[in-house]
Protein backbone atom coordinates (compact mmCIF):
# COMPACT_ATOMS: atom_id res chain seq x y z
CA UNK A 1 0.00 0.00 0.00
CA UNK A 2 0.70 3.58 -0.28
CA UNK A 3 3.38 5.33 2.72
CA UNK A 4 5.07 8.00 3.61
CA UNK A 5 8.40 7.69 5.43
CA UNK A 6 9.85 11.27 7.05
CA UNK A 7 13.55 11.22 9.06
CA UNK A 8 13.26 10.50 12.51
CA UNK A 9 13.52 13.75 15.01
CA UNK A 10 13.99 15.42 16.66
CA UNK A 11 15.92 17.99 15.04
CA UNK A 12 17.21 20.76 16.81
CA UNK A 13 18.75 23.52 15.07
CA UNK A 14 19.70 27.56 16.37
CA UNK A 15 18.17 30.12 15.00
CA UNK A 16 18.76 31.24 11.23
CA UNK A 17 20.17 27.67 10.49
CA UNK A 18 19.55 25.65 7.44
CA UNK A 19 16.10 23.70 7.65
CA UNK A 20 15.55 20.00 5.80
CA UNK A 21 13.50 17.74 6.71
CA UNK A 22 13.20 14.47 4.25
CA UNK A 23 10.33 12.56 3.06
CA UNK A 24 10.04 10.06 0.70
CA UNK A 25 6.93 8.32 -0.22
CA UNK A 26 5.69 5.19 -2.34
CA UNK A 27 2.14 5.30 -3.98
CA UNK A 28 0.29 4.41 -6.81
CA UNK A 29 -0.60 6.78 -9.25
CA UNK A 30 0.30 10.36 -8.36
CA UNK A 31 -1.02 11.39 -5.64
CA UNK A 32 -0.98 15.30 -4.37
CA UNK A 33 1.90 15.63 -1.49
CA UNK A 34 1.73 17.56 1.70
CA UNK A 35 3.61 19.30 4.33
CA UNK A 36 1.59 19.71 8.10
CA UNK A 37 2.33 21.76 11.00
CA UNK A 38 1.24 21.16 14.65
CA UNK A 39 2.02 23.25 17.54
CA UNK A 40 2.40 22.10 21.24
CA UNK A 41 -1.79 21.33 21.85
CA UNK A 42 -2.94 21.76 18.51
CA UNK A 43 -4.38 20.42 15.71
CA UNK A 44 -2.95 20.58 12.22
CA UNK A 45 -1.88 23.20 9.56
CA UNK A 46 -1.14 22.86 6.24
CA UNK A 47 1.70 24.21 5.25
CA UNK A 48 2.32 23.76 2.10
CA UNK A 49 1.18 21.16 -0.94
CA UNK A 50 1.51 20.22 -4.24
CA UNK A 51 -0.61 18.51 -6.64
CA UNK A 52 1.92 16.90 -9.40
CA UNK A 53 5.41 16.00 -10.44
CA UNK A 54 7.91 19.59 -10.32
CA UNK A 55 5.70 21.77 -8.66
CA UNK A 56 6.84 23.54 -5.96
CA UNK A 57 5.01 24.69 -2.82
CA UNK A 58 6.31 27.12 -0.31
CA UNK A 59 4.60 29.43 2.48
CA UNK A 60 6.09 31.19 5.53
CA UNK A 61 9.62 30.43 3.73
CA UNK A 62 9.08 26.74 3.58
CA UNK A 63 9.20 24.84 0.13
CA UNK A 64 8.91 21.24 -1.20
CA UNK A 65 9.20 20.18 -4.85
CA UNK A 66 7.55 17.66 -6.00
CA UNK A 67 10.22 14.99 -7.47
CA UNK A 68 8.50 11.79 -8.71
CA UNK A 69 12.03 10.50 -9.84
CA UNK A 70 12.98 10.11 -6.49
CA UNK A 71 9.71 9.98 -4.83
CA UNK A 72 10.39 12.99 -2.12
CA UNK A 73 9.16 15.47 -1.26
CA UNK A 74 11.58 17.48 1.31
CA UNK A 75 11.48 20.11 3.16
CA UNK A 76 13.27 22.99 3.66
CA UNK A 77 13.54 26.55 4.96
CA UNK A 78 16.81 29.01 4.68
CA UNK A 79 16.42 30.47 8.22
CA UNK A 80 14.51 28.73 10.91
CA UNK A 81 13.45 31.11 13.49
CA UNK A 82 11.94 29.80 17.09
CA UNK A 83 8.62 30.18 16.40
CA UNK A 84 9.38 27.62 13.73
CA UNK A 85 9.66 24.82 16.80
CA UNK A 86 6.56 22.14 16.07
CA UNK A 87 5.97 18.77 14.77
CA UNK A 88 5.86 18.59 10.80
CA UNK A 89 4.18 15.84 9.12
CA UNK A 90 4.87 14.98 5.49
CA UNK A 91 1.37 13.66 4.09
CA UNK A 92 -0.16 11.94 0.78
CA UNK A 93 -3.64 11.85 -0.80
CA UNK A 94 -5.05 8.12 -1.16
CA UNK A 95 -8.23 8.39 -3.73
CA UNK A 96 -10.20 5.43 -4.57
CA UNK A 97 -13.73 5.39 -6.23
CA UNK A 98 -14.53 5.02 -2.08
CA UNK A 99 -13.36 8.40 -1.13
CA UNK A 100 -10.31 9.90 -0.34
CA UNK A 101 -8.08 10.11 2.90
CA UNK A 102 -4.42 11.31 3.76
CA UNK A 103 -2.03 9.32 4.79
CA UNK A 104 1.12 10.66 7.03
CA UNK A 105 4.51 10.09 7.93
CA UNK A 106 5.66 9.78 11.85
CA UNK A 107 6.03 13.14 12.35
CA UNK A 108 9.82 15.20 12.83
CA UNK A 109 9.73 17.04 15.49
CA UNK A 110 11.80 20.57 15.10
CA UNK A 111 13.23 22.66 17.82
CA UNK A 112 14.89 25.55 17.36
CA UNK A 113 17.42 27.97 19.97
CA UNK A 114 17.33 31.22 20.17
CA UNK B 1 -15.07 32.05 8.33
CA UNK B 2 -15.03 29.99 11.31
CA UNK B 3 -12.58 27.15 11.67
CA UNK B 4 -13.52 23.05 12.22
CA UNK B 5 -14.71 22.98 15.37
CA UNK B 6 -14.92 19.86 18.09
CA UNK B 7 -16.11 19.23 20.83
CA UNK B 8 -15.68 18.38 24.06
CA UNK B 9 -11.72 19.70 23.93
CA UNK B 10 -10.55 17.09 26.31
CA UNK B 11 -12.46 14.16 27.97
CA UNK B 12 -11.89 11.39 30.51
CA UNK B 13 -13.67 7.92 30.53
CA UNK B 14 -12.60 4.73 32.12
CA UNK B 15 -12.77 1.15 30.12
CA UNK B 16 -15.53 -0.49 29.22
CA UNK B 17 -17.39 2.84 28.62
CA UNK B 18 -18.42 4.78 25.48
CA UNK B 19 -17.78 7.97 24.12
CA UNK B 20 -18.88 10.56 21.61
CA UNK B 21 -16.88 13.09 20.17
CA UNK B 22 -18.31 16.02 17.70
CA UNK B 23 -16.88 18.06 14.85
CA UNK B 24 -18.46 20.76 13.12
CA UNK B 25 -16.75 21.24 9.52
CA UNK B 26 -16.27 24.60 7.84
CA UNK B 27 -19.39 25.84 6.30
CA UNK B 28 -19.67 24.72 3.19
CA UNK B 29 -17.30 21.28 3.26
CA UNK B 30 -19.01 18.53 2.94
CA UNK B 31 -16.49 15.80 3.79
CA UNK B 32 -15.43 14.95 7.40
CA UNK B 33 -12.26 13.02 8.07
CA UNK B 34 -11.48 11.57 11.41
CA UNK B 35 -7.89 10.95 12.38
CA UNK B 36 -6.42 9.14 15.40
CA UNK B 37 -3.44 10.12 16.61
CA UNK B 38 -0.94 8.23 19.36
CA UNK B 39 2.89 8.69 20.18
CA UNK B 40 3.19 4.82 18.67
CA UNK B 41 0.93 4.71 16.02
CA UNK B 42 1.08 8.02 14.75
CA UNK B 43 -1.86 9.72 12.46
CA UNK B 44 -4.13 7.03 11.21
CA UNK B 45 -7.69 7.32 9.03
CA UNK B 46 -10.31 6.25 10.75
CA UNK B 47 -13.29 7.08 8.27
CA UNK B 48 -14.49 9.70 5.88
CA UNK B 49 -18.26 11.05 5.77
CA UNK B 50 -19.77 12.99 2.43
CA UNK B 51 -23.28 14.22 2.34
CA UNK B 52 -24.05 11.20 5.26
CA UNK B 53 -22.57 8.63 3.54
CA UNK B 54 -19.53 6.78 4.95
CA UNK B 55 -17.31 6.75 1.87
CA UNK B 56 -13.87 5.46 3.37
CA UNK B 57 -12.74 3.37 5.86
CA UNK B 58 -9.74 2.73 7.48
CA UNK B 59 -8.18 0.05 9.76
CA UNK B 60 -10.37 0.05 13.14
CA UNK B 61 -12.45 -2.64 15.06
CA UNK B 62 -15.65 -1.62 15.12
CA UNK B 63 -16.09 -0.25 18.41
CA UNK B 64 -15.33 2.63 16.40
CA UNK B 65 -18.17 4.08 14.42
CA UNK B 66 -19.44 7.77 12.90
CA UNK B 67 -22.23 9.21 11.46
CA UNK B 68 -22.88 12.87 9.68
CA UNK B 69 -26.15 14.87 9.47
CA UNK B 70 -27.52 16.62 7.04
CA UNK B 71 -25.84 19.90 7.87
CA UNK B 72 -22.67 17.75 7.79
CA UNK B 73 -21.68 18.20 11.05
CA UNK B 74 -20.19 14.82 12.45
CA UNK B 75 -19.74 12.43 15.33
CA UNK B 76 -17.49 9.61 16.39
CA UNK B 77 -18.27 7.00 18.87
CA UNK B 78 -16.18 4.53 20.58
CA UNK B 79 -17.89 1.90 22.57
CA UNK B 80 -15.88 -0.47 25.05
CA UNK B 81 -13.41 1.63 25.68
CA UNK B 82 -10.02 0.20 26.04
CA UNK B 83 -6.85 1.83 27.32
CA UNK B 84 -5.23 1.79 23.85
CA UNK B 85 -7.76 4.27 22.54
CA UNK B 86 -6.29 7.27 24.13
CA UNK B 87 -5.60 9.26 21.78
CA UNK B 88 -5.85 12.61 20.14
CA UNK B 89 -8.64 12.47 17.61
CA UNK B 90 -9.07 14.95 14.52
CA UNK B 91 -11.45 15.43 12.37
CA UNK B 92 -11.04 17.26 9.16
CA UNK B 93 -12.82 18.89 6.27
CA UNK B 94 -12.83 19.28 2.93
CA UNK B 95 -15.55 20.79 0.06
CA UNK B 96 -15.20 17.55 -1.85
CA UNK B 97 -12.82 14.23 -0.99
CA UNK B 98 -13.10 14.05 -4.90
CA UNK B 99 -10.63 16.80 -5.42
CA UNK B 100 -8.45 16.10 -2.66
CA UNK B 101 -6.37 19.00 -2.26
CA UNK B 102 -6.59 20.31 0.87
CA UNK B 103 -8.04 19.28 4.53
CA UNK B 104 -8.55 21.47 6.93
CA UNK B 105 -8.22 20.49 10.89
CA UNK B 106 -9.75 21.14 13.88
CA UNK B 107 -7.80 21.38 17.29
CA UNK B 108 -9.03 17.81 18.29
CA UNK B 109 -10.48 16.32 21.17
CA UNK B 110 -8.02 14.31 23.57
CA UNK B 111 -9.04 11.27 25.25
CA UNK B 112 -7.50 9.70 27.72
CA UNK B 113 -9.16 6.53 28.93
CA UNK B 114 -7.88 5.08 32.62
Known amino acids: GNSVTQMEGPVTLSEEAFLTINCTYTATGYPSLFWYVQYPGEGLQLLLKATKADDKGSNKGFEATYRKETTSFHLEKGSVQVSDSAVYFCALSELNNQGGKLIFGQGTELSVKP | KAGVTQTPRYLIKTRGQQVTLSCSPI?????VSWYQQTPGQGLQFLFEYFSETQRNKGNFPGRFSGRQFSNSRSEMNVSTLELGDSALYLC?????????????FGPGTRLTVL
Open chain 2, 92 to 104: ASSLDSGNYNEQF
Open chain 2, 27 to 31: SGHRS
